[in-house]
């Protein structure tokens, strides 16, 4: 029988980086420092400890090595067509990072179709670039442990699939289930768990969407995971182990205010979460995050303060800080 998808076990190998350098007598930061308005959208970990912060307005990624104080820029703004910058994710075994590109302006860059790029992990020399056709929109990605790469589109209801070799970018999934609230995006953040893929929806809604993965790799059937109360927009979506994804509720569209975000852990049973538990609450759009160290890491976005001045880049404020901050993780 053909091996099914499995989610790397990353997050247990990035907690022993972390003990070995508590071993070596460097301390963990909880907090870091990011690159003033940088205006985050995800961030990702490498095997060595390193963080990786996409900025959706500079059009750039950031590097946060261990033991350095200060932000890196690993890939330049506007580097290879690079516009707004979403999910990231780390190719240890390619060494690639990856990084979606949007087209949604409110940017320092010019805004180029949305692709998915690749970039020099150690260098962030461009690498490749996949466009979405049919002018999709590359949000957020997975990778399963074979390294083929799971993609969801907010502008069409798809999640896009890449494998080694491929020269474009091929339609995994395409369901009407991704189609959800009335302002026309369709799909958000994305998770692998076992031989499930986890995706949320951009509306905020009272549920996340399952796909099995077939035997062969296909898709399978698209299954509605109930949530105990409407989430608001869940964002990037973390596997914590077999069944407990961590949610990152970036409270986008500001229903309940600027600080209405929050980041959750639901625990999986059947076709629904039997347990939702807020972790932190009072974030300014903590659109991602990921789990290292036994915490969880994350980032507040401040998209607020962008959309507040649509056509009017010169009353977006200036200095605005950003950081990488950290909660536990429950066993």
């Known amino acids: 029988m053909k091996a099914l998808p499995r989610l790397r076990h990353l997050a247990l190998a990035f907690a022993l980086t972390f003990a ?8 963990i930061p909880t907090t870091r420092a ?18 990786y912060v996409g900025s959706w307005r500079q059009g750039a990624v950031a590097r946060l ?25 780390v190719d240890a075994r390619r060494g690639l990072l990856w990084i979606c590109s949007g087209t949604l302006g409110y940017t320092t860059v010019p805004t180029n179709p949305s692709a998915l790029k690749s970039y020099d992990l150690a ?24 390294g083929n790469l799971y993609i969801t589109d907010s502008f069409q209801p798809r999640i896009f699939r890449w494998r080694d070799g491929d ?46 993965v077939q035997q062969d790799d296909s898709a399978g059937k698209v299954t509605r995971i109930d949530m105990p109360r409407t989430l608001k927009n869940a964002d990037a979506i973390r596997s914590a182990g077999h069944n407990r994804l961590v949610i990152f509720e970036s409270n986008a569209f500001g229903h309940d205010g600027p600080y209405g975000g929050q980041i959750s852990m639901a625990t999986i049973t059947g076709d629904k979460s039997s347990e939702l538990v807020t972790l932190v609450a009072g974030l300014n ?13 994350f980032i507040e976005s401040k998209y607020n303060l962008l959309f507040a001045h649509k056509g009017d880049d010169a009353g977006i404020p200036r200095h605005v800080p950003f950081d990488v901050q950290s909660v536990p993780l429950p066993r």
């Open 65 to 89: 090595q261990p033991g350095d104080d200060v932000p890196q820029v690993l890939v330049t703004p506007g580097a290879n067509g690079l516009s707004n910058g979403q999910g990231v994710l």
């Open 167 to 212: 020269a474009q970018l091929e339609v995994w999934k395409e369901d009407a289930a991704f189609i959800a609230g009335s302002d026309g995006y369709k799909l958000n953040g994305i998770a692998i768990d076992g031989n499930h893929v986890y995706v949320s929806t951009v509306a905020a809604e009272p549920y996340l969407l399952r796909v099995n």
């Open 123 to 146: 260098t962030g020399t461009p690498r490749g670039s996949y466009e979405l056709p049919d002018k999709g929109y590359c949000n957020d990605l997975a990778e399963d442990e074979r």
């Open 20 to 27: 070995a350098a508590g071993h070596a007598g460097q301390a």
């Open 285 to 297: 759009d903590p659109s991602s995050g990921l789990i290292a160290n036994g915490r969880v890491y």
């Open 34 to 51: 990011l690159p003033a308005d940088w205006y985050p959208e995800s961030i990702a970990v490498g095997p060595d400890g390193t963080f």
